[in-house]
């Protein structure tokens, strides 16, 4: 089985900063690419910032320039660094990866559980 575990949401007032972390766990053989989603309520889940197991990475025109996402591949792990959080920030957001395993063939979709983001004075 595979994990992936985030942690590092919380509440922070406008302009503030977090930093988001997800570690992939298990039966792993290699990750290809990992991202960031988030769901606001009401609201369907989209796309933060992607990247790719060369660092190259893809952002939401909304959060560039404030967000930076980075990877470990020797960890297996992603990070996002938010800063200049703004209220429109607020979201569930989740850990992304596509994983292949030593019992499946081929890359496919995992997510974390979601950690909560609230930005809010």
């Known amino acids: 089985q595979v994990q992936l575990v985030e942690s590092g949401g919380g509440l922070v007032q406008p302009g503030g900063s977090l930093r988001l972390s997800c570690a992939a766990s298990?039966?792993?053989?290699?990750?290809?690419?990992m991202g960031w989603y988030r769901q606001a309520p009401g609201k369907q889940r989209e796309l933060v910032p992607t990247?790719?197991?060369?660092?190259?990475?893809n952002y939401k025109d909304s959060v560039k320039d404030r967000f930076t996402i980075s990877r470990d591949n020797a960890k297996n792990t992603v990070s996002l660094q938010m800063n200049s959080l703004k209220p429109e920030d607020t979201a569930v957001y989740y850990c992304?990866?596509?994983?292949?395993?030593?019992?499946?063939?081929?890359?496919?979709?995992?997510w974390g559980q979601g950690t909560q983001v609230i930005v809010s004075s």
């Open positions: 990247i790719s197991t060369g660092s190259d990475a």
């Open positions: 298990g039966s792993i053989v290699s990750i290809s690419t």
């Open positions: 992304n990866a596509e994983i292949r395993t030593f019992y499946r063939v081929g890359y496919w979709p995992y």
